[in-house]
T-cell receptor
Framework: QKEVEQDPGPLSVPEGAIVSLNCTYS??????FMWYRQYSRKGPELLMY????GNKEDGRFTAQVDKSSKYISLFIRDSQPSDSATYLC??????????FGQGTRLTINP | EAQVTQNPRYLITVTGKKLTVTCSQN?????MSWYRQDPGLGLRQIYY???????DKGDVPEGYKVSRKEKRNFPLILESPSPNQTSLYFC???????????????FGPGTRLTVL
């Protein structure tokens, strides 16, 4: 069993839709939770970074962490074609060693 | 501009021919790392370095070598490449080895390697 599981998709939604991306994990030592966005032929870039349980909002993006369920989510409101990318969840227990999910490929259709 | 650079961006080679992928950062970061990205497997860490002359294995180090003689550079060496090392490689750097909300990892643009 992988430490971090992420549905690889692909996921295709119309412009303006609310998108929900999710990851589950098995290692209870994870305390830092990240979402990276990766455009085609580019490196991953950090989108959201949270510590422990709770919600964090940044513009159209909301990250949620539920440590009791070992489940994290990224919500994108009013999705735009420019949001089309691969989204990677990543987790860490306190050092810079990140454990990544497989990535979900998202397409927003105009 | 603060960035992580990698060269080459694309490389096609043959089994057994030694190659080096360079990585350089201009942010004075202590921590640097190499990952490979494969379909269905996500990013997996190959090697990392906490500082100059300090390197350690990640999750998939077999067939790779690294060195950290200068703070800004962290080359990845494949001494005898094999087809199973065909992958997309990313170099990353961060301020130091701690995880904190103000210490994100910055990734390079990637190197697509094909070993025939």
């Amino acid at each position: 069993q992988k430490e971090v599981e992420q549905d690889p998709g692909p996921l295709s939604v119309p412009e303006g839709a609310i998108v929900s991306l999710n990851c589950t994990y098995s290692n209870s030592a994870f305390q830092y939770f990240m979402w990276y966005r990766q455009y085609s032929r580019k490196g991953p870039e950090l989108l959201m970074y949270t510590y422990s349980s709770g919600n964090k909002e940044d513009g159209r993006f909301t990250a949620q962490v539920d440590k009791s369920s070992k489940y994290i989510s990224l919500f994108i409101r009013d999705s735009q074609p420019s949001d089309s990318a691969t989204y990677l969840c990543a987790m860490s227990g306190g050092a810079q060693k990140l454990v990544f999910g497989q990535g979900t490929r998202l397409t927003i259709n105009p | 501009e603060a960035q992580v650079t990698q060269n080459p961006r694309y490389l096609i080679t043959v089994t057994g021919k030694k190659l080096t992928v360079t990585c350089s950062q201009n942010m004075n970061h202590e921590y640097m790392s190499w990952y490979r990205q494969d379909p269905g497997l996500g990013l997996r860490q190959i090697y990392y370095s906490m500082n100059v002359e300090v390197t350690d294995k990640g999750d998939v180090p077999e067939g790779y070598k690294v060195s950290r003689k200068e703070k800004r550079n962290f080359p990845l060496i494949l001494e005898s490449p094999s087809p199973n090392q065909t992958s997309l490689y990313f170099c990353a750097s961060s301020l130091d080895g701690r995880t904190s909300l103000d210490n994100e990892q910055f990734f390079g643009p990637g190197t697509r390697l094909t070993v025939l």
